[in-house]
């Protein structure tokens, strides 16, 4: 009976071991990288600040998207309040070299290009930082996968995966922890830890949903970004959607930003 058991367990150890190693934390990360994105997207979007006291404040944006060889093109219009009213943000993604990003100040009447250096600075006043706009590539972290199975927020069955930057020079934070969904391969929960170690911010999906064009598409209609170090907080929530409609060119230039035609 001893035997038995001790071979029962030995084997138990094995099969475990091996489901272990079915997939790693690079593998998981590079099905998020690659997952299907539609040939372009409209949308319309409420963006809710909410300060330290529960302070809110409301800003109606619009947003155009594109996507050509697994590279994507965004650009944002903030439609109110008067603050923030005709100011025009343009992101165009690379491969092998970071983002190009602009954006349009109707207060200054120019677009300034948003350099690597001010990845950290706020966007438009918001808990999101330009480098939490952009997409980081596979290989700029070492991914390590902490949890096969794990329930979090509004989703259950994850993956837990820590990524750490190779050059810590080329990220604001020390490194983030990711639950990814497995069949949509979408992180819905992200913890952002500071230089120190500390945790400094929480990315949480709340919403997913289903949008089809020429195919159907997992799209992301509810993303809250907490600060946890300073309490204050950005909530976006997609109002309306729509996927592989026709697009001008031109929204994806630096002229558009300009003239918004």
């Known amino acids: 009976m001893k035997l038995i058991k001790t071979f029962t367990a030995a084997f ?6 091996a489901s272990a190693f079915a997939i790693d934390g690079t593998e998981i990360m590079q099905h998020v990288y690659d997952r299907q994105k539609p040939d ?49 943000f343009l992101q165009k993604e690379n491969k092998g070299r970071d983002d190009d990003k602009w954006i349009y100040l109707p207060a200054m009447k120019s677009v300034r290009r948003i350099g690597a250096s001010n990845g950290s ?6 808990e999101f930082s330009y480098d939490d706009m952009s997409t980081r590539e596979v290989d700029e972290d070492k991914h390590e996968l902490l949890k096969e199975s ?31 969904t497995k069949d949509s391969w979408i992180p ?13 911010k929480i990315n949480e999906i709340r919403v997913i949903e289903q949008k089809t064009g020429k195919k159907t598409y997992n799209v992301p209609m509810e993303n809250v970004m907490t600060n946890v170090q300073n309490k204050r907080k950005t909530v976006i929530k997609m109002l309306k959607v729509e996927v592989d409609i026709p697009l001008d060119d031109k929204y994806f230039t630096q002229s558009f930003l300009s003239t918004g035609k």
């Open 121 to 126: 600075e706020s966007f438009v006043g918001t």
């Open 150 to 180: 794990e329930d979090k927020g509004n989703f259950k069955d994850l993956y837990v995966v820590k990524s750490t930057p190779v050059n810590p020079k080329s990220s604001q934070y020390s490194y983030r922890i990711s639950w990814v």
């Open 12 to 17: 138990a150890t094995m099969v475990i071991g």
């Open 40 to 88: 372009t997207s409209k949308a319309s979007a409420l963006l809710t600040l909410v300060d330290a006291k529960g302070v809110s404040e409301k800003r109606q944006v619009g947003e155009y998207g594109r996507c050509k060889d697994n590279l994507s093109d965004v650009v944002m219009i903030f439609f109110s309040p008067a603050a923030v009213k005709d100011t025009r």
């Open 188 to 200: 819905v929960y992200i913890e952002l830890y500071d230089k120190k170690g500390k945790l400094n």
